[in-house]
């Protein structure tokens, strides 16, 4: 990453780190751009953002983009849908494998967790804290969770934290050390779309400009698809 001086600055949920650290940040650079980004969950960046923090461009949750949209903060011509994601369940390396197959079996899963690791401001773990209750789980497994403020909860699992990983399936295989098991099952499931533009007076709009153009090539897609997202466009 370079230094913010002389460099595109950009504020980047997490979901896309893996893609971005394998693929398009170094082809940028490879074309001559320079890039500091600041990553955080979409809901750090949109406080960031309101607090009166500046970049030249965000990727961000869809819907946190339509607000920004709406609140004047975006260039809305510049906006382009990147990435599709799904949420998924991860182990430590060499871990059994528990069924998710179904509801049934990924309740089953999370109640004889010893403990299970979700983000508070994640996208990921704000989704999972409101199915909890759905399930019928919220007590069980907040009994015992680890909840980790932001950043990649896998960590968790390899630092023996936790034997079960809730986050973007992307997320979840930036950590080396542990094993995806999988999506959650279709009925718990959300696919989250995220969105990148280009915020209202940066001060490098042409290098926001030449980056969001490389979020949708041929190879950008196939860096998504390696790092467990699926392109959006």
Known sequence: MADEQNATRLKCAL????????HVVPAFEAAGGRVAIHWAPTAVIMTAIEAGETADA??????AMDRLIADGRIEAESRVDAVRSRYGIAVKAGADHPDIATVEALKRTLVAARSVAYSRTGASGIYFAGLLPRLGLAEAVNARA???????????????????????ISELMVVPGIEVVGPLPDPVQEVTTFSAAILRGATDRAGALRFLAGLTTPAAASAYRISGLEPAF
């Open 15 to 22: 979901v896309v780190r893996g893609a971005f650290d394998a």
């Open 58 to 63: 965000v990727l961000v949750l869809s819907d």
């Open 146 to 168: 680890t909840i980790i403020p932001q950043g990649f909860t896998a960590e968790k699992l390899v630092s023996g934290e936790a034997d079960i990983a809730v986050q973007q």
